[in-house]
């Protein structure tokens, strides 16, 4: 609901305690104050407690901010809540605007119900303005979990809520939000009626100054059916069709919803796309909000168990996000939550999906590495992303090497495993090559033949398999690698690497023929077999009938 500085003042301690410390941070210099007034009537009903928290000679800032409460017994539910945060320096994002703020104070006003506590805030500047914010700021003192209303997004503290009764998928804490709300509703109302089941959530987004609640759910196997609501910054609802076994860069599937009557256009979207369907909105505007979609998805989806749905999520955000460090904090959590346990040795995989899974997201996040290596401005942190990348990818080898196939999904083993290697071999490769590219002479000498390594290893595993074309390809790059080592063996080697890739794209080439031919004599087969059926019906029939032409 709000940013985690200001959700982090709900700490229930003692108010002795706060007292404590607020009066020797004080002493400290430097200090971040917050006070805290609960108020009945008007009138304080308890001692009001005045928190601080030093910055211990570094520039004070919003992050970290600390505050107490009291007791939960020293509160009324007709109490009101008062808190006023004075900040040396607030960061501008953490109430959507770009630039940071300096000497401000955050006025908070509540009221105490049900055990948690939320209210609106405003912020006042150094010259005692009211500063004018792109959307309503909100602060909780403790985490709040229940039912938030479709429009606004605040808490709705009583039960049971205002509610659509045609899909009852959206709750509303006022009539007043129930009617701004309803208009654009109705487009979408329809769609949400299959979302009540429990193989589904909801997921509280913010992109460009709007807030939106995006409902998601399992529509059968392994796909995803998302919902976004007309409060995006689009304005207009649409439906996303979200397939974990397909490759994110191959685009995605999507509908606008119009009306109750229609089913929208109907859409794909990529990287390249440059028309979405829609008269008013870009295939740039869709896809910028498509990427705080999935992002809040990813989260929810998390936190519900769905991890399915999560994988796919970091997949389309891999493919098309260029903030990575937000993409890669949330791969970790993912791999804490899902797949920390496949990679400390346990190694078995059940079903197709879960195999998936693990491995693309994991080769995506190596990829993505690589690529934001390549953009580092320093250094040190190329090198610390090309690292990271690196083991990542080794990782996900071991992991492959050892893993353990259900006896229902054994034959499925041969055919992704192979594939998979071999991608991750390559990867690894060029990521050597790029090492060396920047490394010291010695240094990189030893990074290439690494990379001639993965590159042989790879021809291994497609030789088990007759993958002519896929051998001849490594035998070309191993060909031009080799031209970089400085012996007269290896200028050799690169002529000998070459005609046998050329010889094994020939052999591939005509496989394919050989195939094509015999997929075409089967077919050829197949058509004389359905004209003899269709002729012995014909008989049949003339017989039935006396032998007439009929």
Known sequence: VCSSDLAAIGEQQNLASSAASSSSAAEAGNTIT????????????????????????????????????????????????????????????VVGIKKDLTNVVIHCHSHVSDGWYVGTASITLSTGQQLKLPRKLRFLLREYTGPR???????????PPLSCSGCNCVQYCSEQCREAHSAGHLSMCHALKNFGGSQGGRAPASFAGAEFFVYWRCVKGCTFELIVDH???????????????????????????????????????????????????SAQELNELNIGVFFAVAQSSRDEGALLLT???????????????????????????????????????????????????????GQTLLEWALKAPFASLFWQRLVAAKDVLVSLYNFNASLQFAPAIQNIKAILVPDQQRQTLHLLA?????????????????????????????????RNRNNFKEMGITCLKLAALATLFESKEDKQKSKSFRVDGKELLKRAANAAELAQKAKDAAKAEAALKHEAAAAAIASNIAAANGGEAK
């Not at 920047?438 to 990379?451: E, G, I, N, V």
Request: proline fraction near 6%; charged fraction near 20%.
């Open 231 to 281: 409060n995006n910054p689009l304005g207009v609802p649409y439906e996303i069709q979200l397939n974990p076994l397909k490759d994110a860069r191959e685009g995605l599937d999507y509908a606008f919803l119009s009306d109750p009557t229609s089913a929208g256009t109907a859409g794909s979207s990529s990287s390249a796309a440059t028309s979405t369907g829609h008269p008013n909105i």
């Open 149 to 159: 209303c479709s429009k606004c997004l605040d808490p709705i503290d009583y039960d």
């Open 34 to 93: 917050a006070t805290a007034t609960a108020v009945s009537g008007g009138e304080p009903t308890s001692p009001t407690a005045t928190l601080a928290s030093s910055s211990r000679g570094q520039q004070p800032s919003s992050s970290g901010t600390r505050a107490c409460i009291q007791p939960d017994s020293l509160w009324k539910p007709s109490d009101e809540v008062r808190l006023l945060i004075s900040l040396d320096r607030l960061d501008g994002a």
């Open 430 to 462: 060029k990521i050597f090559v790029v090492m060396a590219s920047r490394a010291p002479k010695d240094l990189a000498q030893r990074l290439l033949r690494r990379a001639e390594e993965c590159y042989k290893d790879s021809i291994d595993e497609d």
């Open 311 to 365: 994988s796919a999520c970091l997949n389309h955000l891999f493919a098309f996000c260029d903030c990575v460090d937000n993409l890669v904090l949330s791969y970790f959590q993912f791999y804490d939550v899902c797949v920390r346990d496949q990679f400390e040795g346990i190694r078995h995989v059940s079903c197709l999906s879960e195999y998936v899974m693990f491995v693309r997201t994991t080769y995506e996040l």
